[in-house]
C-alpha cells in the first residue's frame, strides 16, 4: 500500500498477509519449477505496485523498487547457479516441456482441428484422438495439449470457441467498467490484484493446463467471483 508511511503500512495487517501471501505464491511457482508462472506472478506485482502509487514520489519508489527487484532477479536467474539447479528440477520433475515439444503438440491439435472444426472430437475423447495426430515417435501418452485455449475448440470446436469467447467478453467488460465506479476505495488495490492474477492465470493458460488442475480452476472462479462482488451497502433507516 502506499497510502501513509511505511510504517503505518507495516501495522496493517492486511497489508502484511498480502505481502506474504504473494511472496508465497512466487515461491510456489519457483519451487515448482514453473518459468511462466514465476514470470507472471512478478509482472503482476510489479503492475500492482506501479497502479497502487498515487503521485509521482510514490511512483518513483515503486518504479525503483521493480527495476531493483527485475534486476536482481536476472542476475539471479543468468548469473549465479540457479540457473543450472532451476534446469535440474525441470529435468528431475519431468515438468521441463521444451517450446519446441509444445510447438509439435500444437501443431498436431490444428491438424486435428480442420477435421473437426464445428463441433470438435466431444469432450473427454481428447486423448483418445488426439494421439493419431501426432508425428511418428512422438505418441506418448499425452493427456493435454499444454494450451487451454485450443484444447477447449478440439473439445468442443468452433461453438465451443464462440461460447467462451462471448462469456470471457462480458465478464471483462463487465471488470473493467467497474474499476472506476468503485467507492470502497481502501479495497482498490485488493480489487486491481484480483484483475491482474485472473489476468495472469489465462496468460498462462495459452501454455499450460491451468484450468484443468482443480485447484487452479478453483482458484479462477474464486477471484473471478470476488472481482464482481458488490461492495457492502450501509442498511437503510427503518
Not at 527487484?69 to 543450472?84: D, E, F, H, R
Not at 482498490?188 to 487452479?216: C, K, T
Amino acid at each position: 500500500r502506499f497510502r501513509g508511511d511505511w510504517r503505518a503500512a507495516l501495522r496493517d495487517r492486511s497489508a502484511v498477509l498480502s505481502a506474504a501471501t504473494a511472496v508465497l505464491c512466487l515461491s510456489a511457482a519457483v519451487a515448482a519449477a514453473s518459468k511462466a508462472a514465476a514470470f507472471l506472478i512478478l509482472a503482476s506485482l510489479s503492475l500492482l505496485l506501479l497502479l497502487n502509487a498515487r503521485d509521482v514520489a510514490r511512483r518513483t519508489i515503486a518504479a525503483a523498487v521493480v527495476a531493483l527487484v527485475w534486476g536482481a532477479s536476472s542476475v539471479l536467474v543468468w548469473l549465479t547457479p540457479l540457473a543450472a539447479r532451476f534446469q535440474y528440477v525441470l529435468d528431475v520433475s519431468g515438468a521441463g516441456l521444451k517450446s519446441v515439444d509444445r510447438i509439435i503438440m500444437w501443431r498436431a491439435g490444428l491438424r486435428m482441428l480442420r477435421d473437426f472444426p464445428f463441433c470438435g472430437v466431444g469432450f473427454g475423447a481428447f486423448r483418445d484422438v488426439y494421439p493419431r495426430y501426432l508425428p511418428f515417435g512422438e505418441s506418448g501418452v499425452t493427456n493435454q495439449i499444454h494450451n487451454d485455449y485450443l484444447e477447449m475448440l478440439l473439445d468442443g470446436g468452433i461453438v465451443a470457441g464462440v461460447l467462451v469467447a462471448w462469456l470471457a467478453w462480458g465478464y471483462w467488460a463487465k471488470a473493467m467498467s467497474s474499476v472506476g465506479q468503485r467507492e470502497d476505495a481502501h479495497l482498490r488495490p485488493a480489487f486491481i490484484g484480483l484483475l491482474l492474477g485472473l489476468a495472469s492465470l489465462s496468460l498462462h493458460a495459452a501454455v499450460d493446463f491451468n484450468h484443468q488442475i482443480p485447484a487452479n480452476a478453483l482458484l479462477f472462479v474464486t477471484a473471478a467471483a470476488l472481482a464482481l462482488r458488490e461492495p457492502a451497502r450501509p442498511p437503510r433507516g427503518g
